[in-house]
């Protein structure tokens, strides 16, 4: 596609549903992230992918946070038993560059999570 | 801990003047600056940025300065247009880990 494809756009989950975010980059970007923007906050770092490879996972909040890439394409965000705080927006990032050019970054819509 | 503070959570200034925003940073491992700007229920976008080893760059009606010594870059926008009222978000990457922090933002609001 011409850009970083999000789904869903809006997700509502009950307090302690399993919820999958999904991040189609565009094609043939290297590499992968994951950021968290809660309400007036900036992006949070969560995790970092190069192909399929997770680099850097030091962002994840808690085990309940689990990334995936297993074609070093599409990349799946997990939370399990979601909790309030989890309540934010999830943005994917992809680059072509396999050594980031932070220029090259380019920024999906965002999915925005809300958990009653 | 903070590593880019943006402590201007807001900012109005008038069509045509000029705007600066500004952003401080504590990391001295970061090599490269960005800044980003969002519009509502869209993802950032790529404005501008500088290497380390610069103290200034510019971009039409963008330029970015930096000021090593004291950890602190500034945006400065002239002149400012209605379009440019958004979030703007100053970012920095780390030659250790390749991570890009951001900052919280600044609202910035052109006034007619």
């Known amino acids: 596609g011409a850009g970083v494809s999000q789904s869903p756009r809006y997700k509502v989950a009950k307090r302690g549903q399993d919820v999958a975010l999904r991040c189609d980059p565009i094609?043939?970007?290297?590499?992968l992230f994951w950021y968290q923007q809660a309400l007036g906050q900036g992006p949070e770092f969560l995790t970092y992918?190069?192909?399929?490879?997770?680099?850097?996972k030091s962002g994840l909040p808690s085990d309940r946070f689990f990334a995936e890439r297993p074609e070093g394409s599409v990349s799946t965000l997990k939370i399990q038993r979601t909790q309030q705080e989890d309540s934010a927006v999830y943005l994917c990032?992809?680059?072509?560059?396999?050594?980031?050019?932070?220029?090259?970054?380019?920024f999906g819509e965002g999915s925005r999570l809300t958990v009653l | 801990d903070q590593q880019v503070k943006q402590n201007s959570p807001s900012l109005s200034v008038q069509e045509g003047r000029i705007s600066i925003l500004n952003c401080d940073y504590t990391?001295?491992?970061?090599?490269?600056f960005l800044w980003y700007k969002k519009y509502p229920a869209e993802g950032p976008t790529f404005l501008i940025s500088?290497?380390?080893?610069?103290d200034k760059n510019e971009d039409g009606r963008f330029t970015v300065f930096l000021n090593k010594s004291a950890k602190h870059l500034s945006l400065h926008i002239v002149p400012s247009q209605p379009g440019d009222s958004a979030v703007y978000f100053c970012?920095?990457?780390?030659?250790?880990?390749?991570?890009?922090?951001f900052g919280k933002g600044t609202r910035l609001h052109i006034l007619p």
């Open positions: 990032a992809s680059s072509l560059a396999s050594v980031t050019n932070p220029r090259e970054l380019f």
């Open positions: 094609s043939g970007h290297v590499s």
């Open positions: 992918f190069q192909n399929e490879a997770q680099l850097d």
């Open positions: 990391n001295s491992m970061f090599d490269y």
């Open positions: 500088i290497s380390s080893i610069k």
């Open positions: 970012a920095a990457r780390s030659w250790r880990d390749d991570k890009i922090i």
